[in-house]
């Protein structure tokens, strides 16, 4: 029976010699969505990518990519996919032009469409100007663009990135976190992305799998995982000499930290923090600054690494 | 065989080592005609004792001389010069993570490999065709010796010796992409290889092509390479890819 499901994960464990990568782990890719998977350094984030591209092979469990083993079945699902990875792979002696024109070659595009991916792709990235110079003369953050617009040549179903985040300006970043989804949602195409940059990954990803050791701590909607354990706080900056004022009045589940003047009171919604806000004022508390907290990705990420330790 | 994607990768491996080995090209041919220039002082020093004893032909002597350390320039130039192009690219496209995305598309190892053999193949071979004209151009005019090449020096120069290089450029190139550190082996294999050819040269010197030993030495060239096509496509892409 034909699913929608683009990858599929059951069970699967990798082992660099005595060292356990991948400890049994299961997931899948739906189409269309962007699928987060973050953890910190050596959790297995690359070898899994490795495993999907069939570059690996698991001692254990399955794999299904587009349906189909990856390992067997590679020229099939290979020009479908697009993948950046941490290394950019550029070939040092050719131009961006020219080591764009290998890969459109290899996905047998005919030169009319070749040369309209190849400008399309190097317009997406900025490199447009310096598609004649050689890659061996660009930045880091050039050869990530490069990279980059590899993967996006062939328009693939499935794009896999690896700490695309890592080495590239702002500029880059903000096109990268603005074409992913435009991409998902206009193309159906469905993103794969590792990182540990977790503020882009809460901003663009649909589903999110935190991933730590080799296994899968949390797998969930991006929403359902930041709203399980959430709460918002009100950050209060009070002018200083009024520690006994606000000692005696800081509802109980607040905390004020004198070192900071700072006032932290945990709310439930908009007008509980409207009463609290008002209560401080009516005190003759005088305030400098307020702000909201709520409960990030990022505090739902080290919760649960931190638990796991 | 081949699999898509071989007439794209043959021609980026060209531009890529037309780029990069210009250098090296033009050492390796410095080097042959170095090589021929250095044999033959010594035989021309050795030979002048020998003419004052005023028994032997020592143009005769010198030209057949010459004649041989031609010949023996194939075997030396394809599997060293050869070799140094093609582990080159393959070692900076596996330490570079350039294999990955390229293995990723689904390409066949085979293809990447083919078009690696054969453009260190047609590089060194040119450099080859370059040094001998060099040598035979020096060997005439510099040193005044006359040379007769005769057909079967020809075949055997351009032919059979290439052909046996290939094959074992081919072996070497499996070293390569299959073992973590083939430098020893690898070093080796190309060193054997030139003294047999040498061994077997001086030990049977020829006049005439024996068609038999051309059928022979084609015919086993085409198998290792065919055989070593096999092993590469087999061989696990994590193990490529490892540095």
Redesign the interface.
């Given at each position: 029976m034909m699913t929608d499901k683009i990858v599929q994960f059951s069970e699967v464990k990798y082992r660099y010699g005595p060292i356990t990568a991948l400890r049994g782990i299961s997931f899948s890719l739906e189409a269309g969505e962007i699928f987060g998977f973050i953890g910190p350094n050596g959790c297995g984030k690359t070898t899994t990518i490795?495993i999907m591209?069939?570059?690996?092979?698991p001692y254990n469990g399955s794999v299904e990519v587009f349906n189909k083993n990856p390992l067997l079945n590679?020229?099939?699902?290979?020009?479908k996919?697009g993948?950046m990875?941490?290394?950019?792979?550029?070939?040092?002696?050719?131009t961006a032009k020219?080591y764009l024109?290998?890969?459109s070659?290899?996905?047998?595009m005919c030169s009319a469409v070749s040369k309209l991916h190849i400008d399309e792709a190097l317009s997406v990235v900025g490199l447009e100007n310096y598609q004649d110079r050689?890659t061996n003369t660009f930045s880091k953050g050039m050869k990530q663009r490069l990279?980059l617009a590899?993967c996006l040549l062939n328009h693939p179903e499935l794009i896999i990135l690896d700490e695309p985040f890592d080495g590239i300006d702002a500029e880059t970043r903000r096109k990268i976190l603005q074409l992913l989804p435009m991409v998902s949602r206009t193309r159906g195409t469905t993103v794969f992305i590792t990182s540990h940059n977790l503020r882009e990954i809460e901003l663009i990803c649909d589903r999110i799998a935190i991933v730590k050791n080799g296994s899968i701590l949390a797998l969930d909607r991006r929403e359902t995982l930041c709203n399980q354990d959430s709460k918002r706080f009100v950050l209060i900056e009070v002018e200083p000499g009024q520690n006994d004022m606000i000692s005696n009045m800081i509802p109980p589940g607040s905390e004020f930290n004198d070192s900071q003047n700072l006032i932290r009171i945990e709310i439930a919604d908009d007008e509980s923090r409207n009463v609290e806000i008002k209560r401080i004022l009516d005190k003759g508390i005088r305030i400098k600054s307020i702000n909201e907290h709520k409960t990030s990705l990022e505090d739902i990420y080290f919760s649960m690494t931190d638990k796991d330790q | 065989m081949v699999g898509s994607g071989f007439k794209v990768l043959l021609t980026k491996e060209f531009k890529e080592v037309k780029r990069s080995v210009l250098s090296s090209f033009l050492y390796s041919i410095f080097y042959a005609v170095f090589i021929e220039w250095f044999i033959l002082q010594n035989y021309i020093k050795a030979y002048a004792k020998l003419a004052n004893a005023g028994t032997l032909d020592i143009p005769e002597l010198l030209g057949q001389a010459a004649l041989s350390t031609l010949m023996f320039a194939g075997p030396i130039m394809i599997t060293f010069f050869g070799n140094i192009i093609m582990t080159r690219s393959f070692i900076r496209e596996r330490s570079s993570g350039a294999l990955i995305p390229l293995l990723g598309t689904g390409i066949k190892q085979r293809a990447v490999w083919l078009a690696k053999l054969t453009t260190a193949f047609c590089i060194s071979y040119i450099a080859l065709i370059i040094a001998l004209l060099i040598n035979v151009l020096m060997i005439i005019f510099h040193f005044k010796i006359p040379i007769r090449v005769s057909f079967y020096a020809l075949v055997s120069t351009l032919l059979i010796t290439p052909v046996a290089s290939l094959a074992v450029l081919s072996i070497l190139s499996v070293l390569y992409w299959s073992l973590k550190s083939p430098q020893f082996i690898a070093a080796t294999v190309p060193t054997l290889f030139s003294i047999s050819i040498w061994t077997y040269l001086v030990a049977k010197p020829r006049t005439v092509v024996d068609i038999s030993v051309l059928v022979i030495v084609i015919s086993i060239s085409a198998i290792t390479i065919f055989m070593c096509a096999i092993i590469i496509n087999r061989l696990n892409r994590k193990r490529l890819m490892a540095i």
């Amino acid at each position: 029976m034909m699913t929608d499901k683009i990858v599929q994960f059951s069970e699967v464990k990798y082992r660099y010699g005595p060292i356990t990568a991948l400890r049994g782990i299961s997931f899948s890719l739906e189409a269309g969505e962007i699928f987060g998977f973050i953890g910190p350094n050596g959790c297995g984030k690359t070898t899994t990518i490795r495993i999907m591209l069939g570059l690996y092979r698991p001692y254990n469990g399955s794999v299904e990519v587009f349906n189909k083993n990856p390992l067997l079945n590679l020229s099939q699902i290979g020009p479908k996919i697009g993948m950046m990875l941490e290394q950019p792979g550029l070939f040092s002696f050719l131009t961006a032009k020219e080591y764009l024109n290998v890969y459109s070659g290899i996905y047998r595009m005919c030169s009319a469409v070749s040369k309209l991916h190849i400008d399309e792709a190097l317009s997406v990235v900025g490199l447009e100007n310096y598609q004649d110079r050689r890659t061996n003369t660009f930045s880091k953050g050039m050869k990530q663009r490069l990279s980059l617009a590899r993967c996006l040549l062939n328009h693939p179903e499935l794009i896999i990135l690896d700490e695309p985040f890592d080495g590239i300006d702002a500029e880059t970043r903000r096109k990268i976190l603005q074409l992913l989804p435009m991409v998902s949602r206009t193309r159906g195409t469905t993103v794969f992305i590792t990182s540990h940059n977790l503020r882009e990954i809460e901003l663009i990803c649909d589903r999110i799998a935190i991933v730590k050791n080799g296994s899968i701590l949390a797998l969930d909607r991006r929403e359902t995982l930041c709203n399980q354990d959430s709460k918002r706080f009100v950050l209060i900056e009070v002018e200083p000499g009024q520690n006994d004022m606000i000692s005696n009045m800081i509802p109980p589940g607040s905390e004020f930290n004198d070192s900071q003047n700072l006032i932290r009171i945990e709310i439930a919604d908009d007008e509980s923090r409207n009463v609290e806000i008002k209560r401080i004022l009516d005190k003759g508390i005088r305030i400098k600054s307020i702000n909201e907290h709520k409960t990030s990705l990022e505090d739902i990420y080290f919760s649960m690494t931190d638990k796991d330790q | 065989m081949v699999g898509s994607g071989f007439k794209v990768l043959l021609t980026k491996e060209f531009k890529e080592v037309k780029r990069s080995v210009l250098s090296s090209f033009l050492y390796s041919i410095f080097y042959a005609v170095f090589i021929e220039w250095f044999i033959l002082q010594n035989y021309i020093k050795a030979y002048a004792k020998l003419a004052n004893a005023g028994t032997l032909d020592i143009p005769e002597l010198l030209g057949q001389a010459a004649l041989s350390t031609l010949m023996f320039a194939g075997p030396i130039m394809i599997t060293f010069f050869g070799n140094i192009i093609m582990t080159r690219s393959f070692i900076r496209e596996r330490s570079s993570g350039a294999l990955i995305p390229l293995l990723g598309t689904g390409i066949k190892q085979r293809a990447v490999w083919l078009a690696k053999l054969t453009t260190a193949f047609c590089i060194s071979y040119i450099a080859l065709i370059i040094a001998l004209l060099i040598n035979v151009l020096m060997i005439i005019f510099h040193f005044k010796i006359p040379i007769r090449v005769s057909f079967y020096a020809l075949v055997s120069t351009l032919l059979i010796t290439p052909v046996a290089s290939l094959a074992v450029l081919s072996i070497l190139s499996v070293l390569y992409w299959s073992l973590k550190s083939p430098q020893f082996i690898a070093a080796t294999v190309p060193t054997l290889f030139s003294i047999s050819i040498w061994t077997y040269l001086v030990a049977k010197p020829r006049t005439v092509v024996d068609i038999s030993v051309l059928v022979i030495v084609i015919s086993i060239s085409a198998i290792t390479i065919f055989m070593c096509a096999i092993i590469i496509n087999r061989l696990n892409r994590k193990r490529l890819m490892a540095i």
